[in-house]
Every structure is written in structure tokens, then in C-alpha cells.
């Protein structure tokens, strides 16, 4: 079982910028896929970004141009760079991997983003 702990969230203005980090408590190199998900309160969590263990990346229509996910694996951490921040980019950020994310477990504590108009 993979301890996920996401870090890096906050409040920011629009237009602004944040990093996300992601730290798995063991070994993300075997991993098919991390991503990046969001849940804004009454709303339902949703895939934001995602990267295989190949480096290919994909992002939600919403975010694209936007979001950056990357990954070092020398640090074992997933990044998400976040610019031109918009009020409804305002959410709790999770980062999981796929296998995780499809079967509902292993979620973290989530960090939150709150981006003001």
C-alpha cells in the first residue's frame, strides 16, 4: 500500500502560480501512473493531470496550457506546476496512482487551493 502526502497548496490570487508536490511513502518508479486530481466542494473528483512511467503526460481539457505534471524519480516525487491559477481552479489537490485512484484507495489528506477573483 502506497502513503501518498500531497504538499504545496494555498492561497493565491488569480493569475497567480503554486506548486503542488506529491511524496509516496515507498517507490513510485514501478508505478504505470501518477496523477493529480481535484475535488471542489459539491462537485466530484476529477483527474486533473496525469504521467505514465514513461514521461507521456495528459491533462483535463480545463487545465491544459496551464498545468505542468512532472516527475523525479532521483526524489521519488510527482510535481504539478499550476500557472494563470483561475477562481475555479479552487480545490483540494490529491495525487494518486491510477491503480489507486480506480479502486478509491490510498487517497492522501489532499492540499488545499484556493484562488481568489
Known amino acids: 500500500q502506497v502513503h501518498l502526502v500531497e504538499s504545496g497548496g494555498g492561497l493565491v490570487q488569480a493569475g497567480g502560480s503554486l506548486r503542488l508536490s506529491c511524496a509516496p511513502s515507498?517507490?513510485?518508479?514501478?508505478?504505470?501512473?501518477m496523477g493529480w486530481y481535484r475535488q471542489a466542494p459539491e462537485k466530484q473528483r476529477e483527474l486533473v493531470a496525469q504521467?505514465?512511467?514513461?514521461?507521456?503526460?495528459t491533462y483535463a481539457a480545463s487545465v491544459k496550457g496551464r498545468f505542468t505534471i512532472s516527475r523525479d524519480s532521483a526524489k521519488n516525487t510527482v510535481y504539478l506546476q499550476m500557472n494563470s491559477l483561475k477562481p475555479e481552479d479552487t480545490a483540494v489537490y490529491y495525487c494518486?496512482?491510477?491503480?489507486?485512484?480506480?479502486?478509491?484507495?490510498?487517497w492522501g489528506q489532499g492540499t488545499q487551493v484556493t484562488v481568489s477573483s
Open positions: 504521467i505514465t512511467r514513461g514521461g507521456r503526460t
Open positions: 515507498g517507490s513510485i518508479f514501478s508505478v504505470n501512473a
Open positions: 494518486n496512482t491510477d491503480i489507486g485512484a480506480t479502486m478509491d484507495i490510498n
